[in-house]
Every structure is written in structure tokens, then in C-alpha cells.
Nanobody, 117 residues
């Protein structure tokens, strides 16, 4: 059974930092593309960042230079370090796992990030 469990969401002031974590089980983690998506209230879900099995990374333009995605294959976990947070980063953040870009996507249940003063 595949499980993805996010944690680390919180209320933070603008300019603050958070580190999201996603623990996985039931997959050959080192083979998977791991991604973070987010969905803000009333908005479409968007891909924030992803990291390949070879640790190549890609980011949406709005988070470049502020967010860093990383993975720990030994712990079967993926992380999203978020710095200089802005109110527009407020959203539910979801971790996903996909063995290839055309394969089925496994989703976690999300963790809430609120950036507000």
C-alpha cells in the first residue's frame, strides 16, 4: 500500500521560513519523481517543484530562489525548504510520487501553509 504523508505546514509571518516533509512507504522511492503541488483557496492546483531520481530539480518561476526541493533516498522522504515566504504562498501543499511523467501519480493528503501577519 502506497502512503505519502506530509508534515510541516504552519502559520508563518511574511518573510519567514518553513520546511515541509513528505514521508513515503510502499514505493521504490529512489526510482520515483517526487513533486510538491499546491492549491490556494479558489485557485487551480499548481506544480511548485519536482526532483527526479537523478536529483535534477525544476521550480515554478514564482518560487525560484526562495524554495528548495530535496530528497533523502535512505529515509524515503522528500522535503521542501521554503524561505522568504509571501502571502501568495498560502495554500495546501501536496506531495506526489510518479515513476515517470506519464505514469500514475500517488498523492498525499496535504499540509496547510498560511503566510500572514
Amino acid at each position: 500500500q502506497v502512503q505519502l504523508v506530509e508534515s510541516g505546514g504552519d502559520l508563518v509571518q511574511p518573510g519567514g521560513s518553513l520546511r515541509l516533509s513528505c514521508a513515503t512507504s510502499g514505493i521504490a522511492f529512489n526510482m520515483y519523481i517526487m513533486s510538491w503541488y499546491r492549491q490556494a483557496p479558489g485557485k487551480q492546483r499548481e506544480l511548485v517543484a519536482y526532483i527526479t531520481s537523478g536529483e535534477g530539480t525544476t521550480y515554478v518561476d514564482s518560487v525560484k530562489g526562495r524554495f528548495t526541493i530535496s530528497r533523502d533516498n535512505a529515509k524515503k522522504a522528500v522535503y521542501l525548504q521554503m524561505n522568504n515566504l509571501k502571502p501568495e504562498d498560502t495554500a495546501d501543499y501536496y506531495c506526489t510520487a510518479q515513476i515517470s511523467q506519464v505514469a500514475h501519480i500517488y498523492w498525499g493528503h496535504g499540509t496547510q501553509v498560511t503566510v500572514s501577519s
